[in-house]
């Protein structure tokens, strides 16, 4: 997978075995909706649109600050997103779990679950 770090653009939406994001920290659009698998996604912050939605068993955001654009929607065990404060647009409906969306007033564009 180390090879695929230097791509602009990579969908790998729905590879629910993925589970090492690790190398993909250089790629400037990454789709990743759907991969139950990945829980760690601390390597992406350097991401420049990231499309974590569905990633149900993603728990912790905190190093994806500096990403410009980022789903989150349907991400249901997302608690804090305090550390997101930089990301310009913002998805997180269906995040039913967030317990405070205070720090997201920079935030551009805002979905907020319902």
Partial sequence: MSALGGV???????C????DVSA???VHTLG????TGVTNVS?????HRLYLSRCRNLRDVSALG???TLYLSGCINITDVSALGKV???NLSGCSN????SALTNVVELTLPR
């Fill in 8 to 14: 602009h653009t990579l969908n790998l939406t729905g």
């Fill in 16 to 19: 629910r075995n993925l589970t």
């Fill in 24 to 26: 993909l920290g250089n």
């Fill in 32 to 35: 990743l909706s759907f991969c």
């Fill in 43 to 47: 390597a992406l912050g350097k991401v």
């Fill in 66 to 68: 500096n990403v410009d």
């Fill in 88 to 90: 310009r647009v913002l």
């Fill in 98 to 101: 967030l317990t405070d969306v």
